[in-house]
C-alpha cells in the first residue's frame, strides 16, 4: 500500500495542508512540538478511524474549531509490492475520508460512499504503528498485549471483530448480573444464558488469537534476531484463559471454558467480575541471552533494558507488518515515531538496514537529520515547522 | 416575551411531548389545527382517547387488541398447538405479514438486559409456561432477534423448556432471500456458512 496524498484541515496544530509522499522513506523531521507525530496521527486515524494517543476525537480538532477532516489517497498496488516497477492500475487507487464534528459525529467514506460500519471500514487500508507507547507492549499490563492482538487480528478478520464486539456486550451484562446476585436482586440460574454466549463467541476468539500468535512469534522472532544482530534469542509464550485451551480442540476447549467458569461462579459474584475467559489473556517476552557459555532466561518486562524493551517493542510491530502482508497480501505502511531515541549505534544500524529491505512506504519522525543512514535508500524530507510541512 | 393565549400554548405543550416532535413543528401543528373543520378536529380527539380507553393489551398473547383475548388468540382456525415468543408486539405484525404462519404468538414485552435491570421476572416468560401447562402446546418458536440480548434470551427460555415434552425451535438466520452473496456483509455469511444444512 502507499499513501500517496494526505489531507489535513482542522486537525490538531494544521489548519490546511496537502502533503504528497513517496514510495519509499519518508523522513519527517522537526523540532518538539511542531507536528510532526500530529502526520502519523493522521495517517493512522485513516486506517483505524481512532487515535493511538487515545484521546476523545473531539480532542484533534483545532482549537476553537468545531470540525476536522482528513483525506488520504491510497494505492492498494497489488502487483506493486512484489514487483516494486510495476505499474500501478487506475483501479487500485482508493480514497478514504474521515470527518468529525464537536458533537462527535464521525463520518467515513470510501471512494466517496458513506460508510456505516466501523467493520467495514477496518482492514481498507492498513497502517503499522510503532511510538514510544508502544513500549507497554513489553512494559504495560495483559490489557496492552490483549490491544495489539485484537486489532491486529481485527484488520484481517472481520468476523473476529463481531465475534469480540458480542462476547464484550455479554461480558458486560454478565458483570451486571453478577453484582445484582450478590446483592440477591437475582437468582444465579439466570447467567446461564451470559455463559452460553460467553462460550460460544469466546471458543472463536481464543481460536483464531492462538492460530495467528502462532504465525505472528515466527515473524517476531525473526525480526529479533535481525535487529540484534542475533545475539538474543526472543521467545514468545501464549497464556490463554482457561489454561490449555490452546491445546484442546473445540469440543473439548468449549468443555474446559464450561467448567472455568463455573468452577469460579461464587467467587464472580463475590467480586462482581468474570475472572475466566478470552478477556484476561496474555503473553509473555522471554529472552534468551548467552553469557559466559551459560543460558539466561529472563522475562524482558521486569529484566529487559530500555533498549532491549523497545527492540522487543519493535519486532512485535514489524512481526505485525509481516503477517497482515502474508494474510492480506497487502504491505501495510510503516509509522515509526521517534524510533531511534533509545537505540545505540549498532541496533540503530541494524534497523536502517532491516528497514531498506522491508520494502514498505515507511514514515519516520525525528529531531535530527543527521542521524539518517545511507543504508535507507531513496527518501525524501520533510521539515515540520508550526503546522506548516516544507 | 411573546405569549399565546392558555389553550394554545397547551396544545402546542402536549404536542411537544411526542416523538420527532420539537417547539417549532408543534407549533406548526396547533395552528393548523387552530384552522380545521371542528368536524375534524373532534374526530381526531375522539381517535386519541379511544386509543387508550377501547385499546389494550391482549391478556393472554401481549398483542396490541381491542378486545380480550386479540382476534389471533380467538381465531379458531389457527394452529393451537404452536407458539412464538416474540420480543414486542410489533414483531408480530412483521411476521403475521408473511403469511406463513399459522400458529399463535407470545410477546415477552422485552429481553433478558442485567444493564438496563431487566430479569426474567420483568419479562412475560410466567405467562408462557401458564400457557404451555394449560393449553395443548406442542412446539415453542423463539423468534427473538439476533441481537446479544435476543440470544441470551433464547438461550434461557430453551433452557427453563428442555424439562417440558415439547420441541423448541430458534428461528433461522443468514442470506436473505433474493440476496446477491457479493454484498453481504463477512459477518452474515459466516454465519450462514456455519449454519449450512444438508439439502
Same mark, same amino acid.
Not at chain 1, 339 to 343: G, I, K, P, Q, Y
Not at chain 2, 75 to 81: A, F, I, P, V
Given at each position: 500500500m502507499r499513501l500517496n496524498q494526505l489531507v489535513l484541515r482542522n486537525f490538531r496544530s494544521y489548519t490546511d495542508c496537502e502533503i504528497d509522499f513517496t514510495d519509499r522513506v519518508n523522513l519527517i523531521v522537526g523540532e518538539n512540538a511542531q507536528g510532526k507525530t500530529t502526520l502519523l496521527e493522521a495517517i493512522y486515524f485513516l486506517s483505524t478511524a481512532k487515535s493511538h494517543r487515545t484521546?476523545?476525537?473531539? !480532542?484533534?480538532?483545532?482549537?476553537? !474549531?468545531s470540525w476536522f477532516y482528513l483525506r488520504g489517497k491510497i494505492a492498494a498496488a497489488n502487483g506493486s509490492d512484489?514487483?516494486? !516497477?510495476a505499474q500501478i492500475e487506475p483501479l487500485d487507487l482508493m480514497t478514504v475520508e474521515v470527518s468529525n464534528e464537536l458533537s462527535g459525529k464521525k463520518r467515513f467514506k470510501f471512494n466517496g460512499v458513506l460508510q456505516k460500519k466501523l467493520s467495514e471500514w477496518i482492514g481498507q487500508f492498513n497502517v503499522v504503528f510503532f511510538s514510544p507507547e508502544s513500549l507497554t507492549l513489553v512494559k504495560g499490563a495483559p490489557a496492552d498485549r490483549r490491544r495489539f492482538i485484537d486489532l491486529l487480528i481485527s484488520q484481517i478478520d472481520s468476523v473476529y471483530l463481531s465475534s469480540l464486539q458480542n462476547y464484550q456486550f455479554a461480558l458486560k451484562q454478565r458483570n451486571e448480573l453478577l453484582k445484582q446476585i450478590r446483592s440477591k436482586q %437475582?437468582? #444465579?440460574?439466570?447467567l446461564d444464558p451470559w455463559d452460553d454466549i460467553l462460550i460460544a463467541e469466546g471458543i472463536s476468539i481464543s481460536q483464531t488469537r492462538v492460530r495467528m500468535f502462532a504465525q505472528l512469534k515466527a515473524y517476531v522472532q525473526a525480526k529479533h534476531t535481525e535487529l540484534t544482530g542475533d545475539r538474543e534469542v526472543l521467545e514468545l509464550k501464549y497464556q490463554p484463559s482457561p489454561e490449555k485451551i490452546d491445546r484442546a480442540p473445540k469440543q473439548e476447549a468449549t468443555e474446559l471454558f464450561r467448567q472455568g467458569l463455573q468452577s469460579s461462579r461464587s467467587y464472580d459474584i463475590l467480586r462482581g467480575m468474570?475472572?475466566?475467559?478470552?478477556?484476561?489473556d496474555d503473553f509473555k517476552l522471554i529472552l534468551e541471552s548467552q553469557s559466559a557459555g551459560a543460558m539466561y532466561f529472563q522475562e524482558a518486562k521486569a529484566f529487559g533494558s530500555q533498549g532491549q524493551q523497545r527492540t522487543i517493542a519493535l519486532a512485535l510491530k514489524l512481526g505485525e507488518l509481516e503477517l497482515i502482508r502474508e494474510t492480506t497480501g497487502k504491505t501495510p505502511i510503516v509509522l515509526l515515531d521517534d524510533?531511534?531515541?533509545?537505540?545505540d549505534g549498532e541496533r540503530s544500524s541494524f534497523l536502517f538496514n532491516l528497514l531498506g529491505r522491508l520494502n514498505a512506504q515507511t514514515f519516520i519522525t525525528s529531531t535530527?537529520? !543527521? %542521524?539518517?543512514? #545511507?543504508?535507507?535508500g531513496d527518501c525524501r524530507v520533510f521539515t515540520v515547522h508550526d503546522g506548516q510541512v516544507n | 416575551m411573546l405569549h399565546y393565549p392558555e389553550p394554545l400554548a397547551r396544545l402546542i405543550n402536549e404536542l411537544q411531548? =411526542?416523538?420527532?416532535?420539537?417547539a417549532k413543528t408543534a407549533q406548526r401543528l396547533a395552528f393548523f389545527m387552530l384552522k380545521m373543520p371542528e368536524s375534524d378536529t373532534t374526530k381526531l380527539a375522539q381517535a386519541l382517547s379511544e386509543v387508550k380507553t377501547h385499546l389494550d393489551y391482549c391478556?393472554? /398473547?401481549g398483542n396490541i387488541t381491542?378486545?380480550?383475548? /386479540?382476534y389471533i388468540c380467538t381465531?379458531?382456525? @389457527?394452529?393451537?398447538?404452536t407458539v412464538c415468543v416474540i420480543e414486542e408486539p410489533d414483531d408480530l405484525l412483521a411476521i403475521e405479514r408473511t403469511q406463513e404462519y399459522k400458529g399463535l404468538y407470545h410477546a415477552l414485552m422485552g429481553v433478558l438486559s442485567p444493564l438496563d435491570g431487566?430479569?426474567?421476572?420483568? =419479562? @412475560?416468560i410466567d405467562q408462557l409456561f401458564q400457557r404451555i401447562h394449560s393449553e395443548d402446546i406442542k412446539e415453542v418458536i423463539l423468534a427473538t432477534n439476533y441481537t446479544t440480548e435476543g440470544q441470551a434470551t433464547a438461550l434461557y427460555l430453551t433452557k427453563q423448556l428442555e424439562s417440558l415434552e415439547i420441541t423448541t425451535t430458534r428461528i433461522a438466520y443468514g442470506i436473505p432471500v433474493g440476496g446477491d452473496l457479493e454484498y453481504i456483509d463477512a459477518v452474515t455469511l459466516a454465519k450462514a456458512l456455519e449454519g449450512r444444512r444438508r439439502i
Open positions: 484521546y476523545p476525537d473531539n !480532542e484533534l480538532i483545532r482549537y476553537n !474549531e512484489t514487483n516494486p !516497477e %437475582a437468582n #444465579p440460574d439466570f468474570t475472572a475466566v475467559g478470552p478477556h484476561r524510533v531511534f531515541s533509545e537505540l535530527r537529520q !543527521e %542521524a539518517w543512514g #545511507p543504508e535507507l | 411531548k =411526542l416523538p420527532t416532535i420539537g391478556s393472554v /398473547c381491542d378486545q380480550q383475548p /386479540c381465531d379458531t382456525r @389457527r394452529d393451537r398447538q431487566v430479569g426474567p421476572k420483568d =419479562l @412475560r
